[in-house]
DNA sequence: ATGGGAATAATGTGATCACAGATCATCGCG
DNA sequence: CGCGATGATCTGTGATCACATTATTCCCAT
């Protein structure tokens, strides 16, 4: 920490620990498409704009290339993931194996105020879609994805499946930046009705050709 | 580096980046059950046994427990994890996710080669159970698996696997310490029958019985 | 104008240090 | 003899520095 005598002795010790902050500030920024792939990232550009020198900054770099969050290119060069085409498609697979399985898991769970939260939250969805607001619109969706999975309480589980988010999160940036459409995804409205319904196979159904589909035909 | 002035000048570069020996040294002693649960570590202790100082410790511990191979105790202490037994079941059933998914995607690929391969290491398996030798029976046991699901061609959802394996790793180690048997498990014979076979439902439902029975009657 | 090479800047890595908080041992008191 | 307080030791954290390597810039020769 060092501050009693260099510093000027700010009285207020650090709320949360230095790394962990820039941890998930910048975790967040690469889950929800606030950064296209392939952009550069420097320890002492991040330490700067954290306000830390650049201890925790690699510190946080060095967690989120664990998950895949960051790549390390040749000789350290630290940027947001370029995935090929085969990748993308292998994360999609991943999510539609994790997604289904976890909204299963919360379907016994998932009272009525849970299905009321999740459209109102695939409403502010459909206004990000209108004002082509890729960062929102990605929010959102992930919002509307872990609303329910944390229903599910197999937090490993969900682990595994934000580090598979936190993969695609430049990508989807990326792609939904190209693609500048206004309507909004017709799978969410199913997984509600499936939720409603308390019907498991049509829940699990839903779940997969939303995963599958929001990204397949946007790969080209 | 720091080599030239105050250091002896040791005329070879480090072939590989320090913190990541430490990492990968670390990562394999977890995940080869060579700790026990709640076994703590500290960062000049882990700097000193591979020769380096608390710097490149510190990132491989961070690394390792974004994955889950280590956990900070209160106020930063770092340890192997003590799993509660419902996140035992819950990591198992993640097993029971991915190892049928990743041994279905090796089917069409799995040459005789790489049955006799695994059959071998079965059987190097099978003598370390006789020996009573929890490590190698752990790694041996782990290796049979990844032979197979090298073949998937699905780096990200291996990649995963990998994360759980860690997870469990010192509790496994536990349970086949305590347990004692020196009997074979059954199913990685079913795992080469359905392989020979070529049968896809066979294999998925081999898998998933060796990965759940596996640990469903240890936990008590 | 253009290509190449040298000088310069930028970047990651690892070591070291000061510091604060936790842990542990020891000693003294009841 | 038991137990609590107090001092010493241990541990993680963050900052800073030296260094090697890579990237960039700039200038000159062709």
């Known amino acids: 920490m060092q501050s009693s005598i260099l510093r000027p002795a700010l009285a207020d010790p650090p709320a949360q620990l230095a790394h962990d902050r820039v941890y998930r500030g910048l975790r967040q920024q690469v889950m929800h498409g606030e950064l296209f792939p392939g952009?550069?990232?420097?320890?002492?550009?991040?330490?700067?704009?954290?306000?830390?020198?650049?201890?925790?900054?690699?510190?946080?770099?060095?967690?989120?290339?664990?998950?895949?969050?960051?790549?390390?290119?040749?000789?350290?060069?630290?940027?947001?993931?370029?995935?090929?085409?085969?990748?993308?498609?292998?994360?999609?697979?991943?999510?539609?194996?994790?997604?289904?399985e976890l909204a299963s898991r919360a379907l016994r769970r998932a009272h009525l105020a849970l299905?009321?939260?999740?459209?109102?939250?695939?409403?502010?969805?459909?206004?990000?879609?209108?004002?082509?607001?890729?960062?929102?619109?990605?929010?959102?969706?992930?919002?509307?994805?872990?609303?329910?999975?944390?229903?599910?309480?197999?937090?490993?589980?969900?682990?595994?499946?934000?580090?598979?988010?936190?993969?695609?999160?430049?990508?989807?940036?990326?792609?939904?930046t190209r693609l500048k459409r206004t309507t909004a995804p017709p799978h969410h409205r199913l997984i509600l009705e499936a939720l409603r319904a308390g019907d498991d196979a049509a829940l699990r159904l839903a779940l997969r050709t939303d995963v599958t589909q929001g990204l397949r035909h946007l790969v080209v």
Chains 1, 2 share one sequence.
Do not use: C
Request: hydrophobic share 40%.
């Open 39 to 100: 952009t550069p990232l420097t320890l002492r550009g991040i330490g700067k704009s954290f306000g830390v020198s650049m201890t925790p900054a690699r510190e946080a770099v060095r967690r989120l290339t664990a998950e895949g969050a960051l790549t390390f290119s040749a000789s350290g060069r630290v940027a947001t993931p370029e995935l090929s085409n085969e990748r993308i498609e292998e994360l999609a697979s991943i999510r539609a194996l994790l997604e289904p």
């Open 115 to 176: 299905i009321d939260r999740m459209e109102s939250i695939n409403d502010s969805n459909a206004r990000a879609i209108h004002r082509q607001d890729p960062v929102e619109y990605i929010r959102t969706n992930l919002e509307f994805h872990r609303t329910l999975y944390l229903r599910a309480q197999s937090p490993a589980m969900l682990g595994l499946l934000e580090t598979v988010w936190l993969q695609l999160g430049p990508t989807m940036r990326a792609l939904y």
